[in-house]
C-alpha cells in the first residue's frame, strides 16, 4: 500500500508530538555518580595559522583513550554515569567524508559507554587554546561565523543520540559559556542551542546551563521556566572553589602565581602561612624564578592571595555555603535537585612534573565537595580520569587511586 507523502510526513510529526510528550511525562534521565573522559575527543593537530584545518587523523595519537577494561573497571567502582566531552573543532572543519567518520567515532565510544551499563552525558567542549575554532568563534554571539555550523552540528549529534535511546543518553550542547553571569545574551544563544537539539530530537534529555564558565554565579540568573519548551532538562554547574586550593600548581591558569603554588593545605587549618610559602619558595628557585628574584613581584602576589585563604580559614562549611546557593536556586525555580549536575569538580594532584597538594588534602577536598553535593542531592561528575586532574594513579598503568576511590565514596574495583 503506499501513502503520499504528505501523510507520512503529517504522521512523522504527529509521532514526534506524542513522542515529545510522553517524554516530557517522564522527565529527563537520572544520575547520580559520574566521571568525565576528557581527551578522548580532545587535544588535536590543528596546523598553525594562517590555516584553519588540522592534521587528519585530528585528535593526538598518544593521548589517553579509555578502553572497555577502563569502563567496566570504572563501573564496578560505582560510577554510574559518564561525561564525554568532545571538541567541535575537528568535526566542523571537516570535509564531508571525514566528518561522517569522527561522527561514526563519537558515536562508537557512546555505545561502547552504553555497553558497560554506563549512563552518556556527551558534552560539546570548545577549545579555547586553539588559535580558531574557539568558544568565541563558534558562540561568541548570534552572528559569530562559525554559529550556523555550530548549531548543525547539535542538532546532528541530537538526533544521533536520540537513536541510541533517549533514556540512557542526553547531549550537553556546550561547556562553560564564558559570556557574563546573567547576559541577556547567553539566553538568546542558549534558547537557540537547545532548540537546534529538540527540533532534532524531541525526546532527548538536553543539559541547561548558567554563563560565565558554568559558575554557580552564572547558574543563579538563569530563568528555567523561560526553557521550558525545551524539557526534558537537566541543569549544570561546575564547582572548583576554592580556586586557589583545586588549581594550585595549574600551569595553565592566567595568573603567574599558580605554577609554583604547592603545599596549600585543606582545610586550611591543617598548616600554616609560613610552611606553604616556605614551600612555594623551594618551588619557584626549582622553576628558575627564584622569590628574591625574577620572581620577586609574583613571590609578593602569592604571598598576598595565601594570606587571604588562610585569613579565611576555608573548610567543608565554606564549600556548603557555595552549594546553598544551589539548592537555592532550585527551590526558586522549581528545578528537583536530581535534575541540577554538578558537571565538573575536582583538584590538581602531584606529579608527573606539577607540584601541587599533598595526597590526603587533595583527598579531603574532594571527599567535601563529594559529600556536600551528595547532601543537597545534587549528582556529580568528577573530573577527570585521566590528566593533572585524573582519578588515575599515572596514566600508564590505568589503576584508579584509592585514595580518590574512596574519597569519592566508591569501591576499589577488584
Known amino acids: 500500500m503506499s501513502f503520499s507523502r504528505r501523510a507520512v510526513l503529517a504522521g512523522a510529526a504527529g509521532a514526534a508530538l506524542l513522542g515529545r510528550d510522553r517524554a516530557r511525562a517522564a522527565g529527563p534521565i537520572v544520575l547520580r555518580r559520574g566521571i568525565n573522559l576528557w581527551p578522548w575527543f580532545s587535544l588535536t593537530r590543528e596546523f598553525p595559522a594562517p590555516r584553519t584545518d588540522y592534521d587528519w587523523p585530528p585528535f593526538q595519537l598518544d593521548r589517553p583513550v579509555p578502553t572497555a577494561r577502563d569502563l567496566g573497571q570504572l563501573r564496578r567502582a560505582g560510577f554510574d554515569f559518564v561525561r564525554i566531552p568532545v571538541d567541535p573543532g575537528p568535526i566542523v572543519a571537516a570535509a564531508p567524508h571525514e566528518r561522517a567518520i569522527l561522527l561514526d567515532q563519537v558515536m562508537a565510544a557512546v555505545a561502547l559507554a552504553l555497553g558497560q ?7 560539546l567542549h570548545a577549545n579555547a587554546a586553539t588559535h580558531h575554532w574557539t568558544p568565541a568563534h563558534f558562540f561568541g554571539s548570534e552572528t559569530a ?10 542538532a546532528e549529534l541530537a538526533r544521533r543520540l ?10 550537553e550542547p556546550v561547556n562553560e559559556p564564558f559570556q557574563a553571569c546573567g547576559a541577556a545574551e547567553w539566553e538568546r544563544l542558549q534558547k537557540r542551542m537547545l532548540g537546534a537539539a529538540r527540533s532534532a530530537a524531541p525526546g532527548l534529555t538536553l543539559v541547561a546551563t548558567g554563563a560565565c564558565g558554568s559558575m554557580i554565579a552564572g547558574l543563579e540568573p538563569l530563568q528555567a521556566r523561560a526553557l521550558a519548551a525545551f524539557e526534558p532538562l537537566l541543569f549544570t554547574f561546575h564547582f572548583y572553589e576554592p580556586y586557589l586550593f583545586s588549581h594550585q600548581g595549574a600551569k595553565w591558569m592566567s595568573e603567574p602565581f599558580y605554577p609554583a603554588l604547592n603545599a596549600v593545605p585543606w582545610p586550611a587549618s591543617r ?24 620572581g620577586a613581584a609574583t613571590y609578593r602576589e602569592t604571598e598576598r592571595v595565601l594570606k587571604e585563604y588562610f585569613d579565611a580559614r576555608p573548610d567543608r562549611p565554606f ?5 546553598r546557593n544551589v539548592r537555592a536556586w532550585s527551590e526558586r525555580e522549581g528545578v528537583a535537585p536530581g535534575r541540577i549536575l554538578m558537571g565538573e569538580f ?6 608527573a612534573g606539577i607540584a601541587a597538594s599533598a595526597p590526603a588534602d587533595r583527598a579531603r577536598y574532594v571527599r567535601d565537595v563529594r559529600m556536600s553535593a551528595e547532601a543537597l542531592g545534587f549528582p556529580w561528575a568528577f ?11 599515572d596514566d600508564v598503568s590505568r589503576r584508579p587511586d584509592p585514595a580518590m576511590i574512596e574519597a569519592l565514596g566508591l569501591t576499589m574495583p577488584g
Open 162 to 171: 536520540a537513536l541510541l535511546g533517549p533514556d540512557r543518553v542526553a547531549l
Open 319 to 323: 564549600i556548603e555555603g557555595y552549594l
Open 383 to 393: 573530573w577527570n580520569l585521566f590528566d593533572s586532574l585524573g582519578l588515575l594513579v
Open 346 to 351: 575536582g583538584a590538581v594532584r602531584t606529579g
Open 271 to 294: 598548616g600554616t602561612l609560613e610552611a606553604t610559602l616556605a614551600a612555594v619558595r623551594v618551588r619557584m628557585a626549582e622553576l628558575g624564578q627564584p622569590a628574591t628574584g625574577r
Open 145 to 154: 561565523p562559525g554559529f550556523p555550523a555550530y548549531l548543525a552540528l547539535i
Open 117 to 123: 551499563d554506563f549512563t552518556v552525558v556527551l558534552n
